[in-house]
């Protein structure tokens, strides 16, 4: 069976999604895998409480982007396999490298 390399970018709002993810790629038949922590991205929101009366009053909200790069070198069939099994609210985008030999797997 013929291995190639995929790179997978995966996002995700919740932590516990990421290391999921994390898990299941420890558990798969991949012959090797390399993860990449990308930087965390931070939103925040400051809306007014009241508009009129109390202007100082201010609520604060923020939004984490949690994001991972994978770089897999396996089957098109275990790729696919990681991409029925991933949980909802996970973005995932998977671009194949290009087949490579056993000998010359090196990162």
């Not at 012959?31 to 400051?46: C, G, I, N």
């Not at 007014?48 to 939004?63: A, C, M």
């Not at 991972?68 to 991409?83: A, D, M, N, P, Q």
Request: proline share 3%.
């Amino acid at each position: 069976m013929r291995k190639s390399s995929y790179k997978v970018n995966v996002q995700s709002q919740s932590l516990s999604d990421i290391c999921l993810i994390d898990d299941y790629f420890k558990k798969i038949k991949c012959s090797s895998a390399k993860k990449v922590r990308l930087p965390t991205k931070l939103k925040r929101f400051v809306v007014l409480k009241s508009p009129h009366v109390n202007k100082k009053t201010k609520e604060h909200f923020q939004l984490k982007m949690y994001k991972r790069l994978y770089y897999l070198l396996g089957s098109f069939f275990s790729v696919k396999e990681i991409i029925q099994k991933i949980p909802k609210g996970v973005s995932l985008k998977v671009t194949n490298l290009g087949l490579s030999s056993e000998n010359s797997a090196a990162w």
